[in-house]
């Protein structure tokens, strides 16, 4: 019994000076942590790095918390040192968050400029992809429907592409007032995935002014049962975002029709 009660004494005397042990550490660790960020810090702000992805890092907590006047002033620093690695960034920050679409083809322009050999993916999305979201931010539906195609075609057909691109395709159609095509295209994209309820919501549209009410109705039905699958970013809002505040609007608008 006596061994026993030594045996734990001594286990409980090793687990403290474990548990000691490993909080000191901590604290070291945090302590190293917190000198290196702010060494990081200082040289980054006093423009001493000359790592471009140092300034890009360091954009970024100013770009997610809206202070892009800060954040560009670091984001700018890194294009400068390497272009070809930071234009594209930028482009779509200027796109995404800013809505300035000049200033982002720019960036995606001088980028495609600067890597004829290859397919450039912003932020992981096709470039082509997002020229023709800044087309069709500016209302140049001709423009942005040549670039949807050509994002099609980088992706090696509609099947691999984005299905969003097809849906743009069918919605700058309709602009143009073009039902036919537009139908075709936003059936590319029912034919991807039944459950794009965008491609749903705009042919009830185009239904509706067809006088089809029938089909219209069939649309926007499935618009609503589909609307959780929309194309949603909680930190985004996209240019073609569907809401389903939209939806039921267009509902009640067929309604009033059939009575």
Same mark, same amino acid.
């Given at each position: 019994m006596v061994l026993l009660k030594k045996f734990f004494k001594v286990l409980g005397l090793i687990i403290l000076i474990s548990i000691l042990l490993f909080l000191l550490f901590l604290t070291y660790i945090t302590y190293d942590s917190k000198n290196k960020y702010e060494e990081f810090k200082q040289k980054v702000e006093n423009f001493e790095s000359l790592n471009s992805e140092d300034y890009r890092l360091y954009s970024e907590k100013f770009n997610k918390s809206g202070d892009f006047k800060t954040g560009f002033k670091y984001l700018n620093k890194a294009v400068e040192l390497e272009p070809s690695m930071h234009l594209g960034y930028r482009g779509w920050i200027h796109l995404r968050k800013l809505r300035n679409y000049s %200033?982002?083809? $720019?960036? /995606?322009?001088r980028l495609d400029s600067l890597t004829p050999n290859a397919i450039d993916a912003p932020w992981g999305e096709d470039i082509d992809f997002l020229r023709g979201e800044c087309y069709f931010g500016k209302k140049e539906y001709q423009k942005a429907i040549a670039y949807f195609n050509q994002s099609i075609k980088n992706q090696k057909g509609e099947e691999w592409a984005d299905i969003q691109t097809m849906v743009y395709l069918g919605i700058c159609e309709y602009k143009l007032n073009n039902y036919e095509n537009a139908i075709i295209e936003f059936k590319?994209?029912? %034919?991807?995935? $039944?459950?794009?309820? +965008?491609?749903? /919501?705009?042919?009830?549209k185009i239904y509706v002014e067809q006088y089809n009410h029938k089909l219209a109705n069939e649309? *926007?039905?499935k618009a609503e049962e589909t609307i959780e699958y929309k194309r949603d970013d909680r930190y985004n809002e996209f240019l073609n975002e569907l809401y389903l505040? +939209? *939806? *039921?609007e267009l509902k009640e608008q067929l309604n009033r029709i059939k009575t």
């Open positions: %200033k982002a083809l $720019e960036d /995606f322009n590319r994209a029912l %034919k991807q995935s $039944e459950y794009t309820c +965008e491609a749903h /919501f705009w042919l009830a649309h *926007i039905l505040s +939209e *939806i *039921i």
